[in-house]
């Protein structure tokens, strides 16, 4: 099966999705490569890092798409054009890759401008030129509509985004609910859904399943140390700190348990946290053989607390 | 025992006693109140073995006696006996219950035995401290709010109480910050460290008036305090535990101070920080010539106030716990504050303008 393809493959009617035999017989002397993952993650990253550089407010989208809320930076450019020009030199100086950018005031718009120019494009479109450049556009390209939505809207006799655009709201809300009303506002240019940056972990934590049930609070606490000690580390790592801590326990018949304790301030040390995790593991019902500890540390944030005495 | 007087003698007495009252225990008698009538005076006592409260209230005394009775129930029918109405209490000797008449209703409520209900001790030595009331009241308001709330250092659930020098302080920390209000006076040489539950203070703190005049008699021992009103007493288990030395974190000298509004600050904080992250509601100070600058951001975005002030020294930018600072604000009753700062990730301090008595010391918070 081809993962993807390149624009150039694609000349040749290559999609993705189609049967390796296939693809091969409509382009022989395409060059085929395995898909390697951990590559691409990794590049991924580093896109990620680079767009970062440029607005604090990323989010990515899939491993090669992102947005970048530009609001509070557009100002330091002489135009968004030059502002976009800047994000795909970079792109291609560093990472030897060309990248399609489309800016625009909102998602929905932004992501119909990058398609527009495939590949390394670059498109602007200023809310005046929505509805010239977008309304003439196939209506699949409606953010949220897919196969099913865009059968039922084509038997209405709707093709373009423009002629969504002229069904009544009340249609599209008998039609899909809710998110009919929403397609009925993203074709009038109305999309208000922020540009959210990946979100932090919920909750940082480890368990340890043992070969045979325990016993016995002493040789449960050494291994509830180990077990903090993993999650204090992660923390570390992440630069994270935890304002809860919960202990987790699986006991012999396989029911779970969990104890939880709020601290006052958030916090990654690991004394403390084995001391809590030490009053949890007092809290478990007692004398019942365990097979299962965990401790997740939860209500994450970056910002460090500091303390006046150690 | 028999004693008569108007309801609402009665409930004041029984609201102010059953904050001891524990809400669950192993003991079975301490779910109950003790009423005892002597020498003109109805004594009704609460305890849940940490904290004890004492109540002498004036009734009608007709025969002298001692029983308990349940607290709940008893509360909740002196609560919803009418307005201004004479209550009757009766207990027969030896009796099994006790007889309640106000108006036209009557109840007999079942009694517990008065021999089994631990006696609160009387507590008078000679280690006194007479503090005055509203100095008192102030001292507890102003520390007891930066108390840790986790029970993983029991030594900073509580509230230390020190004297020292002829001084008495009062001094509350959770290790990210540190109320000190030193209103006492002592006279002699007395030295002592003691920590006492915040709970507890605050049902001292609960009984005592803003304005006060009266004199509050505060006596201990090496596990116990007592403050004693002529009416009321309350008796406190003390937290055994080292309170950190917070003398040594007190910073001497400062990099900025500033004089700000009090209540400026206080609003604009609040302001600033309806954008601040959820879990930690971090809040920037950008000090700038003629003034600071607040903001705060998050993923929904983000606020900026100016605030003006008088600023003395560099410029700086510091973050805080909005909480950390707005708590402090709060608290205090003057115009204008004092804030100095020692360095980005050093403690802050912030004092009421003229005031020398109150210092509250905060760490920032480090972003990353």
């Given at each position: 099966m081809v993962s993807t393809c390149s624009y150039e493959a694609r000349r040749f009617g290559i999609r993705s999705a189609m049967p390796l035999s296939q693809a091969q017989r409509l382009c022989p002397h395409a060059i085929f490569l395995p898909v390697d993952l951990p590559h691409y993650v990794g590049v991924s990253r580093q896109l990620h890092a680079l767009l970062q550089s440029f607005s604090p407010l990323v989010e990515q989208a899939s491993l090669d798409e992102a947005y970048l809320d530009l609001t509070r930076v557009r100002d330091e450019y002489p135009s968004l054009r030059a502002l976009g020009r800047a994000i795909q030199e970079r792109i291609r100086k560093e990472l030897a890759l060309s990248a399609s950018i489309g800016i625009s005031f909102n998602k929905f718009a932004a992501k119909v401008a990058s398609d527009l120019e495939k590949p390394g494009g670059l498109t602007v479109i200023e809310p005046a030129d929505f509805a010239r450049v977008?309304?003439?556009?196939?209506?699949?390209?409606?953010?949220?509509?897919?196969e099913r939505t865009a059968h039922r809207l084509r038997s209405l006799g709707a093709r373009t985004i423009g002629d969504v655009k002229a069904l009544p709201k009340q249609v599209l809300r008998s039609l899909f609910g809710r998110a009919g009303e929403e397609i009925y506002y993203l074709v009038r240019g109305l999309d208000l859904r922020p540009v959210k940056p990946e979100g932090q972990p919920r909750s940082v934590g480890h368990e340890l399943t043992f070969p045979c049930d325990l016993q016995g609070e002493k040789e449960l606490r050494q291994h509830l140390d180990a077990v903090v000690r993993v999650v204090a580390a992660r923390l570390a790592e992440k630069g994270l700190q935890g304002r809860t801590v919960t202990l987790k326990a699986r006991l012999a018949g396989f029911t779970s348990v969990t104890r939880r304790l709020t601290l006052d301030a958030p916090t990654s040390d690991r004394a403390l946290l084995r001391q809590v995790a030490h009053r949890l593991l007092s809290r478990l019902p007692h004398s019942q053989p365990v097979r299962l500890l965990g401790v997740a540390v939860g209500e994450l944030s970056s910002a460090q607390q500091l303390t006046l005495f150690p | 025992m028999r004693f008569s007087c108007p309801r609402e003698v009665l409930y004041q007495g029984l609201q102010t006693v059953q904050r001891a009252v524990p809400s669950r225990s192993t003991m079975p008698i301490l779910s109950g109140i003790l009423l005892e009538v002597r020498q003109g005076f109805l004594r009704l006592v609460a305890t849940d073995l940490e904290l004890g409260i004492e109540v002498l209230l004036p009734v009608e005394v007709e025969a002298e006696g001692r029983t308990v009775l349940e607290a709940r129930y008893l509360s909740e029918i002196v609560r919803r006996l009418p307005e201004g109405a004479p209550v009757a209490v009766e207990v027969e000797e030896g009796g099994g219950s006790a007889q309640l008449k106000a108006a036209r209703v009557k109840y007999a409520l079942r009694v517990m035995s008065a021999e089994d209900y631990p006696e609160l001790p009387q507590l008078e030595g000679e280690r006194l401290w007479k503090a005055k009331e509203s100095d008192l009241r102030r001292m507890i308001r102003e520390t007891?709010?930066?108390?840790?709330?986790?029970?993983?250092?029991?030594?900073?659930?509580g509230v230390l109480l020190e004297m020292r020098g002829g001084e008495v302080a009062m001094a509350a920390t959770d290790t990210s910050r540190l109320a000190v209000s030193k209103r006492g006076t002592l006279p002699g040489e007395l030295e002592e460290r003691l920590i006492v539950p915040v709970r507890s203070l605050n049902e001292v703190s609960r009984n005592l008036d803003e304005e006060g005049e009266r004199e509050v008699l505060v006596s201990w021992t090496s596990s116990q305090i007592q403050f004693k009103l002529p009416s009321l007493r309350l008796v406190s288990r003390l937290i055994d535990g080292q309170f950190p030395?917070?003398?040594?974190?007190?910073?001497?000298?400062?990099?900025v101070r500033l004089e700000v509004s009090r209540g400026e600050l206080l609003s604009a904080i609040e302001r600033v920080s309806v954008l601040a992250q959820g879990g930690t509601s971090v809040v920037q100070v950008d000090v700038k010539d003629g003034g600071i600058v607040l903001s705060a951001e998050s993923e929904v975005g983000r606020a900026e106030e100016e605030v003006a002030a008088a600023v003395e020294g560099e410029a700086m930018e510091i973050s805080f716990n909005s909480r950390f600072l707005t708590d402090v604000l709060r608290v205090l009753e003057c115009g204008a504050v004092g804030l100095e700062f020692t360095g980005q990730y050093s403690p802050a301090v912030v004092k009421p303008l003229g005031d020398p008595a109150y210092q509250y010391i905060v760490m920032p918070i480090r972003l990353r």
């Open positions: 977008v309304l003439p556009l196939p209506l699949e390209r409606i953010p949220g509509v897919g | 007891s709010f930066a108390v840790a709330v986790e029970e993983t250092r029991p030594f900073l659930t030395n917070y003398q040594q974190v007190i910073p001497s000298n400062y990099a």
